[in-house]
């Protein structure tokens, strides 16, 4: 069964960047979407942003000109890079890769924004 592992999370000061990634244990076929979700306290779960298989992006209107999704097909890895932080993204940062008709997770990682 194949995991995807995540990293890049972290405690940083508003206004501050990071830069998670999600890769697969293994090499995996037919890859369409690969994204991120998050996660805040007493928060419901919500699509952060999304690529498709052919490039398209999606982003959720509170991250739009401050993140940035991209995908490694080679490596089986997407990625956020993610801007000017602030506070109220604060959450538990969850990738998803959709592969072969199934949907996989990461474990999550965290990110928090404070001073």
């Known amino acids: 069964q194949v995991q995807f592992v995540e990293s890049g999370g972290g405690l940083v000061q508003p206004g501050g960047s990071l830069r998670l990634s999600c890769a697969a244990s293994?090499?995996?076929?037919?890859?369409?979407?690969m994204g991120w979700y998050r996660q805040g306290l007493g928060k419901q779960r919500e699509l952060v942003a999304s690529?498709?298989?052919?490039?398209?992006?999606y982003y959720a209107d509170s991250v739009k000109g401050r993140f940035t999704i991209s995908r490694d097909n080679a490596k089986n890895t997407v990625y956020l890079q993610m801007n000017s932080l602030q506070p109220e993204d604060t959450a538990v940062y969850y990738c998803?890769?959709?592969?072969?008709?199934?949907?996989?997770w990461g474990q999550g990682t965290q990110v928090t924004v404070s001073s």
């Open positions: 690529v498709s298989s052919d490039g398209r992006t």
């Open positions: 998803f890769v959709d592969h072969s008709s199934l949907r996989s």
């Open positions: 293994r090499s995996i076929f037919s890859v369409n979407n």
